[in-house]
């Protein structure tokens, strides 16, 4: 399905001359955005001819050489066209010129195969505390989606770019800001001292695990490429959780779904994981509680995040004392390429003592031996953490290989029998 024809040269330069503000002509050029536009549509011709295997997570180096030319020219494109649009116009009119003039927002028919760069999407929406303009531009690639964004403000009655951000050249498709996409802004004392959120999943032809990035980005004064004062990656489900990102104040805080630590899979359920950090006003990024939505999640989540992220998880007394465990966990499938721990989570207790629980995992070696079938297992090794309830999620307080003998509870997580089917 190749993308829609190109728009004729005049139709672009009687919309800009005709459609848009006079106050709005400041730098509005109406030769660049016929030239930006029609170089955009020339590349996606080029790429819709572009032979792909099916499921092919590789991008080829002409592939990502005309990819970096689409994504260079479609913001060429969005500039110009922003360029000539008034800062009293509403976002839903910046989309629908912006969406006219790249031939975007097309409707899709269902389970329809887009070739690589068509498809183009664009959203417009506006902030007011710093007044900006937000706009993503999303096109399609092979089994999935690569997305970015540009910031304007105003001045002088017209929209300037202030910052763009898109994914580098990609050998592959996890390279590309697809999957999810989402922004928040972080106010500043001033409108030049905001801080731009962005999250987003990496896209892959075979499984639904993934993984995705946060960057957190600020302005700078004299350039439009903006300055990366932070990024973490880290590994999610692509299940039917939709990841959220919001904000408020100095916190921002993405919701997305991960396996549950067991390697029980016939009874694994997906947890929820919460990445919540506040930022400083020296730009300093700190992860916050909560991390999770109950005791065992938490656990979870403490034993694969950085030891520098769980350490302030941890009753600060004992945090040395529970280093190790952490360190096993660190090493769990690092060490060789003949073996690996598999951890299991276990029963959640609560304790005699007020808000605190017993959460109980095993930990087990797996090795493969040269000449034998399977792997062989050790005796799993059981730990038994201790968490408390605190005001906005959870902190470790101990853990050790014996159970505390003032945590007796049933499971409080125990799934449910299965019950047979009738054979009335």
Known sequence: ????????????????????????????????????????????????????????????????????????????????????????????????????????????????????????????????????????????????????????????????ERLLWQSPAYKDDSGAFGDFFLTTILPGKTPDDLRLVVAHGKPWCTSRFSGFGIDVLTLKDDSTSPELIWHTDSGYSRSDFTPTLKSSGDTFELRVHADEMSFDIENSFERTVIYRYRVSDTNDVTRIQPIATNGRGFVEEWLSMPWSEAKDQTVPANAEKVRPIHQLYESSYTKSTNSYIAWTSGPVQSCSAPRRFQVAFTAQLNKSVPGRPGVEKDEPVPYFFQIKQIANGYELESASESPDPTCTSPDLMAKPAIKPASTH
């Open 1 to 160: 399905m190749p993308p829609s024809r190109r728009p004729s040269t005049l139709w672009i330069v009687l919309f800009a001359t005709t459609c848009l503000p006079a106050a709005a002509q400041t730098n509005c050029s109406t030769s660049a955005i016929a030239a930006a536009s029609a170089k955009v549509t020339d590349i996606q011709h080029r790429l819709a001819s572009t032979k792909l295997e099916d499921m092919e997570n590789d991008v080829s180096p002409s592939l990502q050489q005309d990819t970096t030319l689409l994504k260079s020219n479609l913001a060429t494109a969005v500039q110009a066209i922003v360029a000539c649009q008034s800062t009293d116009a509403q976002p839903s009119a910046l989309q629908s010129a912006l969406a006219q003039a790249l031939n975007a927002n097309a409707p899709e028919p269902p389970n329809a195969l887009f070739p690589w760069g068509s498809n183009l999407r664009i959203t417009v929406d506006q902030t007011t505390a710093p007044q900006v303009l937000r706009v993503q531009v999303t096109y399609a690639i092979e089994c999935g989606d690569d997305t970015m964004v540009l910031l304007f403000a105003p001045e002088h009655g017209h929209w300037t």
